[in-house]
Each structure stands twice: as structure tokens, then as C-alpha cells.
């Protein structure tokens, strides 16, 4: 593979609020595309680097059955070469690939029970590989890696379970959980506290008198405790929950809620917070997001007019006016007393696609059929806010901003937040720029920049290849592969971009 580089040209495009150019640092690697190499993934390891997996069908001769050749190249933060070293893994289609601090974990999970793990550590490159069964009927939900861990969420035969597997010593633990019925619960969602070193499993159970949500707390593999939240609002159904454990050991549980015509659905029409202390809950407080400050700042100004409109008229007879959204919260930020909750709103993609079918008539002559089916086509993400809230879950300032063009495969967390002295720092990826954007504690916008870099010496064909992640710091890793023409013609490339932000 042909390794070359190209300088960048950085163009600053800010508000009247600007009050500083960003300084942004732009590196980029491309590596040609060959015929017989597929780019698998390319993963950030923190300041490790970054660990990119490769298949080269000319180096797949003496593979054990069922399996591929993978190569597992590392580079450091500067993009330099570190070293590289191959692994043979299943070549079945559910595998899940997970970077967590410096290490990279790829899993396979059969629906008989039969896994393979591979755990590379970032910092010394060598592969442990192990296997094993954990019974028949098996349905993954999440996977997720907190410390020695790969923890597995799911169902077995219908009901719930989390299977804990050491990724260095391949011994494994399977906790089942107890439910009311397989038709009466549902998954909601499974996530790990870096600072807390734990993972937490939500399970919301539906009962006679409304929907109850369960907290599991997990941790080294084990499960270490578990807490339930009864209803407390009418008409007011969790959709999604997360939880962050908090410095006195409490835990602020947030969310997402749904109404009665979309219950059951992670569809809502607004934000919740409890506190919950020795498995009690201390405050529930639930938020349209139409109360939220500039939430549909991201619309056309008709169309924000015509949902004030409709908000105005809704209260004039009493009744609460709302609007549809998916939202991933992040984690709860405490501040001088205070806390504050970030959320991304998304919604899925579709196209529609030719299918195009050869069929034989009753004479043996054959024709041609076209329909058309739906696909999905990623996630499109909208815009984000910022709330914050007092140690009773009264709601202070808030403020939302567009998220310009961002999408994905699956459900992630783009934004960089940074708590500084007297400001919060969002920091946001978009196709060919960064954004920055800097809040009060008070709420006000301070700042707000767009950092545009475009290649100096290269016409990109497609640019939308791009898949850009938080890396470590200010510092995001950008890759994907990319249709170019330059003075060698057309051609594709696999790009590497680390864009790092400092002010």
C-alpha cells in the first residue's frame, strides 16, 4: 500500500461573537485503495493512537476454517507508523469491533452461544484470542468493555441476561436477571461510567400500574447492585434511561419519556432527571423539549413560527403541545452545586432501492421485474442543548444550536465538552469543519466558530466518506474512504485526518 500526504489549506469562517481564531491542526495520511485490500475500521486507542484493521485477500492461504487474516496496523498520535501484526478472526457478520481507553476488542456471537473475543492491546500490540459457549438461543443487545471486561447484554430464551468475560484470562460469569414475564420488558439501554468504574443496565418492566425501570450496576464482572423506579406521572412513559453516578454517591438517573401514542417506541417528546439515594428517588422532573431554549432554532423560520403557533394556542385551553424527537443524553455534569445534561437529537434515514428480478412465464420464456424496497440509511443528527439544573431538578438555563450535516450507522455521541473556569466548550465535527461553541454559566453564548479545512491539491469525488470521532483532548479522528481525482487521475484512498482544536 502506497503511503503519501497532502497539505491542507484551513479557512476560519465565525460569528460576530468570535472573539479569537481557533487554532486548528490538521494531519492527514491517505493509504491508496488496492483491489484485494478491504479497510475494515480505523479506531482511535486515546493517545495511543489509533489501530486500523485491514483484510488483504492475498494473504488469506493456511487460515483455519471459517476464519480471515486480519492485519492490525498502529499509529501514533502524529500519524507515524507504529507497528503492525496479524490475527486470524471469524468471518461471520455479526461481529462488534470496541475501543476502549488503549485496547481494541472484536467480538462474534452466534445464536447457539459460540463466541470469539480477540483483545489487542494498544500499547504492546499483541493479540489474545478467546472462545467459548454461553448456551443456545442467544440474542445480543449492547456490548460494552469496562476494565478487564467484555460485558454482553441480552436474552436467552427470551428473557434478560449479562455475560462478564475477562478479555485476558477468557474466564467468563453469566448473571440472569428476573422478570415478570419474556412479553412484559424490554431492553432500554446498557452503558458504562468511565469515572466510576461501572456499567449500567436498564431494563424497564411493564406492570398493572404503569412501566417500572430497573437499575443493574455491574462491575469487575459481577453484578454489585440493583434498584427500582416505580412510576411517578401519569400519561409520562420512560423511553430511554441512563444513569451517572454522582460525587456523593447518588445516582441522577436521565432520560427520555414518551406519551401514550408513543409509548413503547424510543420516540419522545421530552427529557427526565431522578435522583435516586439507597434506592430511593428523591425528585422526578419532566421536560418538554419545547421548553428548552432555541430547540428548533435548527428549522426554517415559517416552520418555527408554525410550531409556536400551535404551542400558543394548545396552552390557551391548557393542554401541553409536543413534538416527536430521538435523543441520546450524555453523562450528568456537576458544576459549583450545579449539574448540567447534554443531549443529541437524531432521527433514522431511508431510501428507497431497485430490485430487480429475472423470472421464467408459463411458456419458459423469462422476463424482468422491478420493485422497490426501503433500506435504511443512517442516522441524521439535528441539533443539540444544554440544561442545567439545581440539586432538586429544577430546570435554570438552557440553550440548543444546530448540529449542521452529521450522520451514522448507529446511535453515537459527537460532541468534545469541556468544563473550563468560566465557560462550557462544545466542540462538534461536520463534514470538511469543526464547530466551536462556548457557553456561560449562565447560559449566554459566548462564542461560536466553523473552522473549515479544504485540500490544497486534490478535487474530492465524494467526501461524505468521512466517519469522524472524539479522539482524546480537543483532538478528532476523521477517516474513511474517499473518491479523489488529482494529477494521477481518478482514484480511491482510504484517509486518515487527526484534527486537533486548541484555543
Not at 485490500?37 to 476454517?65: E, P, R
Not at 462488534?96 to 462474534?108: A, C, P, V, W
Not at 461501572?198 to 418492566?205: D, N, R
Not at 466548550?425 to 461553541?437: A, D, I, Q, T
Amino acid at each position: 500500500m502506497r503511503l503519501t500526504r497532502i497539505g491542507f489549506l484551513m479557512t476560519l469562517i465565525a460569528s460576530p461573537l468570535c472573539m479569537e481564531a481557533e487554532n486548528l491542526d490538521v494531519k492527514r495520511i491517505e493509504i491508496d485503495k488496492e483491489k484485494s485490500v478491504d479497510f475494515l475500521s480505523c479506531d482511535a486507542i486515546g493517545k495511543q493512537g489509533l489501530i486500523l484493521t485491514t483484510k488483504d485477500d492475498d494473504n488469506q492461504k493456511n487460515t483455519q476454517k471459517g476464519h480471515n487474516r486480519l492485519t492490525f496496523t498502529k499509529y501514533d498520535t502524529l500519524l507515524n507508523k507504529v507497528t503492525s501484526v496479524d490475527a486470524e478472526f471469524s468471518r461471520k457478520d455479526n461481529i462488534d469491533q470496541i475501543t476502549k481507553g488503549n485496547d481494541l476488542y472484536r467480538l462474534s456471537m452466534e445464536k447457539n452461544g459460540e463466541f470469539e473475543l480477540l483483545f489487542i492491546d494498544g500499547e504492546k500490540m499483541k493479540p489474545i484470542l478467546s472462545t467459548g459457549d454461553i448456551g443456545k438461543r442467544i440474542v445480543i443487545s449492547y456490548n460494552q468493555v469496562m476494565g478487564d471486561y467484555v460485558y454482553m447484554a441480552g436474552t436467552q430464551k427470551g428473557l434478560p441476561f449479562v455475560y462478564a468475560l475477562n478479555a485476558k484470562t477468557g474466564a467468563g460469569k453469566m448473571t440472569n436477571l428476573t422478570v415478570p414475564s419474556k412479553k412484559k420488558f424490554s431492553i432500554m439501554s446498557f452503558e458504562t461510567d468511565d469515572n466510576q468504574n461501572e456499567a449500567h443496565l436498564f431494563i424497564k418492566e411493564k406492570q398493572d400500574k404503569g412501566y417500572v425501570m430497573k437499575l443493574y450496576v455491574f462491575a469487575d464482572g459481577a453484578l454489585k447492585n440493583e434498584m427500582a423506579m416505580a412510576p411517578d406521572a401519569e400519561d409520562k412513559y420512560p423511553a430511554t434511561a441512563f444513569a451517572s453516578k454522582m460525587s456523593d454517591g447518588s445516582y441522577i438517573i436521565s432520560g427520555t419519556y414518551s406519551d401514550k401514542d408513543t409509548k413503547g417506541t424510543v420516540r419522545s417528546i421530552g427529557v427526565f432527571l431522578k435522583k435516586v439515594e439507597n434506592g430511593k428517588t428523591s425528585y422526578s422532573t419532566y421536560i418538554n423539549y419545547l421548553d428548552l431554549k432555541n430547540f428548533t432554532s435548527y428549522m426554517t423560520e415559517r416552520r418555527q413560527k408554525k410550531i409556536e403557533k400551535k404551542k400558543a394556542r394548545k396552552e390557551e385551553k391548557g393542554d401541553e403541545y409536543t413534538i416527536n424527537y430521538n435523543m441520546l443524553p450524555y453523562k450528568i455534569i456537576e458544576e459549583n452545586g450545579k449539574y448540567l445534561l447534554v443531549g443529541e437529537a437524531y432521527y433514522p434515514t431511508y431510501i428507497t432501492v431497485p430490485v430487480t428480478q429475472v423470472k421464467t412465464n408459463a411458456q419458459g420464456g423469462t422476463y424482468t421485474t422491478t420493485t422497490y424496497k426501503r433500506e435504511f440509511d443512517g442516522y441524521f443528527y439535528t441539533h443539540y442543548f444544554v440544561m442545567e439544573f439545581d440539586k432538586n431538578g429544577k430546570m435554570g438555563w438552557s440553550n440548543s444550536a444546530p448540529l449542521e450535516v452529521l450522520k451514522s450507522w448507529v446511535p453515537r455521541r459527537h460532541l468534545s465538552i469541556n468544563k473550563k473556569a468560566q465557560a462550557l466548550e462544545v466542540f462538534y465535527p461536520s463534514f470538511g469543519h469543526m464547530n466551536h461553541v462556548s457557553y456561560s454559566y449562565g447560559g449566554e453564548e459566548l462564542l461560536k466558530e466553523e473552522v473549515t479545512y479544504v485540500e490544497d491539491d486534490v478535487k474530492l469525488k465524494r467526501y461524505s466518506g468521512l466517519d469522524t470521532e472524539y479522539w482524546y483532548d480537543n483532538t478528532f479522528l476523521s477517516s474513511g474512504l474517499l473518491k479523489i481525482k488529482d494529477d494521477d487521475g481518478k482514484h480511491r484512498i482510504f484517509s486518515i485526518n487527526r484534527i486537533k482544536c486548541d484555543r
